[in-house]
């Protein structure tokens, strides 16, 4: 993943999560107060928001510093990390299937092995 890409990435991601964020509060404040899954919903957007800045931080590090090492592998954990462990839970809350929770721990350990590469990446550097 070039910085470009892990750049796109960390937009979209943020933007994303600005918008599911304010459906959370407005559009679907309902809905998942019924559901109870309010908390939910909000832990996965705070997810989404965090590790999309580490992804633009990242981004902005790839592009002074470029390395075909691994800061590309941690930004594209980061964007892997995002969609599976966020998405999984939205998908949850939506009406998914159950089996969902299973994949939310695999994007966990995406982005915890994200944070151990841009650590390496930066002692490596």
């Known amino acids: 993943m070039t910085h470009r890409s892990a750049l796109a990435w960390a937009g979209l ?18 809905t998942l107060a019924a559901r109870g899954a309010r908390d939910i919903w909000e832990t996965a957007v705070a997810f989404q928001m965090y590790h999309a800045a ?8 790839m592009r002074v510093q470029p390395s075909p090492g691994l800061a590309p592998w941690s930004a594209r954990l980061f964007a892997c990390g995002i969609v599976l462990f966020s998405g999984s839970l939205y998908w949850f809350v939506l009406g998914g299937p159950h089996a969902l929770v299973y994949v939310t721990p695999l994007g966990g350990l995406c982005l915890i092995v994200a944070w151990l590469l841009a650590a390496l990446a930066a002692l490596k550097g």
């Open 13 to 30: 991601l943020g933007a994303a999560g600005v918008a599911l964020g304010a459906a959370g509060a407005h559009a679907m404040r309902e």
């Open 54 to 61: 580490a992804l633009l931080g990242l981004a902005g590090w």
